[in-house]
């Protein structure tokens, strides 16, 4: 009533069942609100181009990020059992990759686990770790009897042991080292499929072997953080649907300890897809079932005959653990075989592995013989030397040489001026964000760290030279709508060291700089170290 009672007596009438009469000052009042209202719109509704507001919880000036609750401490925003239970068993679908929307995205920063203490220096931390920062008693507990791992006062400890190799690592890289060269710089880069807590990446490392090991979460949560923490190359992820975030023939061996991997299931897409990664020449492991294992014996026939279908030469069968030579030649296909495998088509990139699904089709290299186990350099002559697949860039080598000679500046600008503890036990773990061709990654090889390098998982696709020089990575997309505010849990790295460089040249300088940021903080531990090289605007960001 107050306000009608404020009208002119000639426009009342329209609330009270007259009919309403449009003068030339309603026109001009109906025109002035909508003005109002579009302004309003463009001063606080945030834009594309505005980062830090595209993040609600965090002011333009002056804000913070609030904590999580604690019991968000375990919070792996794309690999979350709570969305995941929710979605299909078949395939494994439910344990791959899901990320939050941006309505379910959490805007705040994961607390440490009470008691958390500086991680335990390398190499030390390959056989203790803190108990307080990973406070899980169930492997220890279950698989204490097989020498994974077992609590000893205010520490895990790791004897080196596995489910088939409860005796340790080291006497099972022996036996292997029969049947692989694991002792001659041949082989540097390898691929272990469900690792438990890393245990034989581990104690490869003291062969110059670099292994990238990986587990899905599970009822143990997640056993790669055991092996981050350790100081081990590992990596949250699952072998379901999609092809594995890996270029084509980016490992020397590919290695399953009782992964339980069905690989000939489902038309043999895991094995097509172990094959995709294998380096021609290089060598297929697997120990545990279903090689010589009871009750399995179909399945154990129907491995041999994938392997065979592919023209892999098995090397031997020792116990209950069979090695495959992959053909240092390109594909044997086309051939009869009982499994109707064929080659893919042109259409198909065999580097392509961001989100792309797995194939029922042998993938066809492009520069299979020259980046075959025999014809790559040894390890460490290889680290030096552009490989073929540098020409994905127009004038590779070149920038190859180029990039690696900036790095060797750069490095030396960092430890002596900025005073960044490379080369001491206080790093471990680093993270190029930006990788290109591993040139930072190359320039700190002799220093007692590995680097997982990240490469955006659109063109160019220069991570297979990455692997071509020993060194390993991983496609990611830093900027993916879907997966705020944690773009890459499954990269579950407990990262002392991150490095990013020239993101404003990834996607236009339109990503979520708080976003990047809060995932950052989610994989690093404390105290932790980040170095930006990149724009002035981002910087101050």
């Not at 490095?411 to 490379?422: A, C, E, Q, R």
């Amino acid at each position: 009533m107050g306000l009608l009672s404020s009208l002119p007596p000639h426009r009342r009438g329209a609330f009270s069942g007259g009919g309403w009469q449009w003068s030339f000052l309603d026109v001009v009042w109906g025109v002035f609100l909508i003005a109002v209202v579009v302004f309003l719109a463009l001063v606080f509704t945030p834009r594309r181009g505005d980062p830090i507001l595209t993040t609600p919880s965090v002011a333009r000036a002056g804000g913070t990020v609030p904590p999580c609750a604690a019991s968000e401490v375990d919070l792996l925003p794309c690999e979350d059992p709570r969305r995941s239970s929710r979605l299909s068993r078949e395939m494994n679908y439910y344990r791959e990759r899901h990320c939050p929307t941006r309505g379910e995205a959490l805007a705040c920063l994961v607390p440490p686990p009470r008691g958390y203490r500086i991680p335990v220096p390398w190499p030390e931390s390959l056989h203790k770790i803190w108990h307080d920062n990973m406070p899980y008693g169930k492997i220890a507990e279950r698989k204490g009897h097989q020498g994974w791992m077992k609590h000893e006062g205010s520490y895990f400890i790791f004897p080196g042991g596995g489910t088939m190799f409860p005796d340790g690592a080291e006497q099972y890289i022996e036996k292997l080292s029969q049947y692989v060269p694991m002792k001659t710089g041949v082989i540097r880069t390898g691929l272990d499929m469900g690792c438990g807590v890393a245990s034989f990446g581990g104690f490869l490392l003291k062969e110059n072997i670099m292994t990238l090991s990986f587990a899905p979460r599970d009822s143990h949560k997640s056993q790669i953080q055991f092996a981050l923490e350790r100081g081990v190359p590992a990596f949250l992820l699952m072998l379901g649907t999609r092809r594995l975030p890996f270029p084509a023939q980016s490992f020397d061996f590919v290695h399953c300890s009782r992964c339980l991997i069905p690989f000939t299931a489902y038309n043999g897409s895991y094995f097509i897809e172990a094959d995709r990664l294998l380096r021609h020449g290089g060598y297929l492991i697997i120990s545990g079932p279903p090689v010589r294992w009871k009750n399995q014996e179909k399945e154990w026939d129907e491995l041999q005959a994938m392997a065979g279908a592919l023209c892999y030469k098995l090397i031997t069968v020792d116990g209950n653990t069979a090695i495959w030579k992959k053909p240092a030649e390109a594909s044997c296909l086309p051939n009869q075989n009982g499994f109707g495998l064929d080659l893919c088509s042109t259409d198909y990139d065999p580097d392509e592995a961001w989100y792309f699904k797995l194939n029922k089709c042998v993938s066809k290299i492009s520069v299979a013989e020259e980046t075959a186990i025999g014809s790559i350099l040894k390890w460490p002559d290889r680290l030096s030397k552009p490989s073929a697949r540098a020409s994905v860039i127009n004038n590779g080598a070149n920038l190859f040489e180029v990039d690696s000679q900036k790095w060797v500046r750069r490095v030396s600008y960092y430890k002596k001026s900025l005073g960044v503890k490379l080369g001491s036990t206080n790093i471990r773990n680093v993270m190029d964000m930006n990788a290109f061709f591993g040139g930072f990654a190359a320039a700190i090889i002799s220093d007692p760290v590995w680097v997982m390098n990240v490469v955006p998982g659109q063109k160019p696709l220069t991570l297979g030279v990455i692997y071509d020089r020993g060194l390993i990575g991983v496609y990611h997309d830093w900027y993916e709508s879907n997966s705020l505010p944690m773009p890459m849990p499954h990269l579950d790295i407990i990262s002392t060291f991150l490095y990013f460089v020239g993101f404003h040249l990834i996607d236009n300088f339109t990503y979520n700089v708080v976003t990047v940021y809060l995932c950052l903080t989610l994989m690093q531990t404390y105290p932790e170290f980040t170095c930006v090289s990149d724009k002035i605007a981002l910087i101050n960001q």
